[in-house]
Structure formats: C-alpha cells, structure tokens
C-alpha cells in the first residue's frame, strides 16, 4: 500500500500538467465558488485491456478537509477499480490461453458529472466493465455533498430536509412502474421498498432516484430512474 495518500503517487506531475483538462463550476451556494479539475487516465495492454477514466479534484472549497476527504476518496474508488480490471484481465489472459480458448480483450470505462451544484454536490460517477461476455457491466455511484456541513447526505437524510419521507417516494415509483409494468420485474422479484441509503441525485429542482441494471428491472431496460420535484 501507498503510505503517501497523494494523487501524485498515482500519476506523474509533468503529464498531469499537459493533460489536465479544467472543468469550471461555480455555486450559488453559501460555501465559496469551486472548481472541480478532471484528470484522466489511460491504461492499455494490447490484447488484454482498455481503460479510460476521469478522476474529480475539488479545489477552492471552503472546507479544506472536505475537499481532501473527498478527492481521496474519489481517486482511490476509481484507481482500486482500474488496478482490480487490470488484475482481471491478465489472470483471463493467462486461464484462457492455457485452456487454449479464444481470449477476449477487457473494456473499462470511467466517466462522471456533476449533476446539481447549489447548497449539495451531487456528482454522479458511471462505471462500464467488459469482460468478455454477452454484454458489458454499468453501474453507478452518487455522492450528494452538503458543501457548508461536508456530510454526504443519504436519502433519508435529504427527504427530512424536504419534509418528505420514503412512504412517499415508494408510492410515487409504484405509480410509476404501473404506467409501463412490462419494463420492470414483477411480484417478489419487482419493487418492494427503498433502503435509506438508496442511490440518487439532484438535477434540476427534481430528486431522482435509480437502480441498477437487474435491482427491479431486466438488463434491456437499463437503469431505471424516477424523477420527484422538490
């Protein structure tokens, strides 16, 4: 393991500098204007993998230990999840030729976005993994920040903000799957309620609530979401 927990250790400063690419935000927020800074990362072994990511870097947050917690944490989900498909991907090479199979070249992708910037952060992280089956393997992480406290809100911590509660929300996305009930897994394998740490976001004035590929719905129908004014 890295003693230092710095970016740096992961990429070198002189390509950092001649590939960063600036990505400028600024709130109406009662913490000060901020800049989130994406760097990227390639990794390719011919024949054995493609990667692609974006790393986040928040600069010029009030909360100094904010912004530090978060860039950390961010860098190391998405170094873990380039390093574990690298892994991956040589350990299939090395199976699949000593079976003398056909092997397949592994795919990784890492992208993100902001999707609400006033008073919480909401960034929204969509991972892509190819690993030689029918189909590649997405799914998604949310942090929605409260930029003057630093907590990441989970769900049931941003409805009693709103006054709201899961009652609700459960209700709404019933409604919901009942307009097109052949999108979505029915009886015991459907819906059934939120967890209070349920994955969502802010954009627009609107919550929204997803799931992942399989939760309620089967693959074709993607990630469903649920879109609740606020």
């Given amino acids: 393991m890295r003693d230092n927990n710095s970016f740096f250790d992961y990429l070198n400063f002189k390509v950092i500098a001649l590939t960063a690419v600036v990505l400028f935000f600024l709130t109406a927020a009662s913490a000060a204007a901020f800049e989130v800074?994406?760097?990227?990362?390639?990794?390719?072994?011919?024949?054995?993998?493609?990667?692609?990511?974006?790393?986040?870097?928040?600069?010029?947050?009030?909360?100094?230990?904010?912004?530090?917690?978060?860039?950390?944490?961010?860098r190391d989900n998405i170094m873990t999840f380039v390093e574990y498909t690298i892994n991956m991907a040589r350990q299939s090479q090395q199976d699949f030729a000593e079976a003398e199979f056909p092997r397949r070249e592994f795919v990784a992708k890492v992208d993100f976005e902001i999707k609400n910037s006033k008073q919480i952060l909401s960034i929204k992280f969509d991972y892509y993994q190819y690993t030689g089956g029918a189909h590649g393997n997405p799914y998604s992480l949310t942090y929605n920040i409260d930029l003057a406290a630093g907590d990441d809100l989970k769900l049931i911590d941003f409805l009693e903000l709103q006054n709201m509660n899961l009652n609700e929300i459960e209700e709404f996305i019933r409604a919901e799957?009942?307009?097109?009930?052949?999108?979505?897994?029915?009886?015991?394998?459907?819906?059934?309620?939120?967890?209070?740490?349920?994955c969502y976001y802010l954009e627009d004035g609107e919550l929204v609530v997803y799931f992942q590929p399989y939760a309620i719905a089967p693959y074709s129908t993607g990630m469903p979401e649920f879109r609740i004014k606020y």
């Fill in 37 to 74: 800074v994406s760097i990227p990362v390639e990794k390719t072994e011919k024949d054995v993998y493609q990667i692609e990511a974006e790393i986040p870097i928040l600069m010029e947050l009030n909360r100094k230990n904010t912004q530090e917690k978060y860039n950390d944490l961010f």
């Fill in 177 to 198: 799957i009942k307009k097109e009930p052949e999108l979505y897994f029915q009886e015991e394998y459907g819906f059934q309620s939120l967890d209070q740490d349920q």
